[in-house]
């Protein structure tokens, strides 16, 4: 069983930048598939990042270039560097992960997390 814990999120004005963190444990990130999601009131959850084992990313395309997945492996973490935020940015972001498939950008992951909230203003 993957246990998901993020943090990090928060208020920022337009422009500004947050990190947010996805702490595992039951299992290695280094053999998780990890992606961070995102749902606004009203919308549907959608993939904004993910990353595989092998290190291969993928963004959604308003994220590309402001957002960046990493992750460290010494501290089970993977983090999502947002920059430049806009208010269309504004949800709650989940972490989620699968030990056996990479999903990309699509819903499918086995774990996710309960969430974290970003707010940017304008």
């Known amino acids: 069983q993957v246990q998901l814990v993020e943090s990090g999120g928060g208020s920022v004005q337009s422009g500004g930048s947050l990190r947010l963190s996805c702490a595992a444990s039951g299992a290695t990130i280094s053999s998780l598939s990890m992606g961070w999601f995102r749902q606004a009131p009203g919308k549907e959850r959608e993939g904004v990042a993910s990353?595989?084992?092998?290190?291969?990313?993928n963004y959604l395309n308003s994220a590309a270039g402001r957002f960046i997945i990493s992750r460290d492996n010494a501290k089970n973490t993977v983090y999502l560097q947002m920059n430049s935020l806009k208010p269309e940015d504004t949800a709650m972001y989940y972490c989620?992960?699968?030990?056996?498939?990479?999903?990309?950008?699509?819903?499918?992951?086995?774990?996710w997390g309960q969430g974290t909230q970003v707010t940017v203003s304008s």
């Open positions: 990353v595989n084992p092998h290190g291969n990313t």
């Open positions: 989620a992960a699968d030990p056996t498939s990479w999903w990309g950008l699509s819903r499918g992951y086995a774990y």
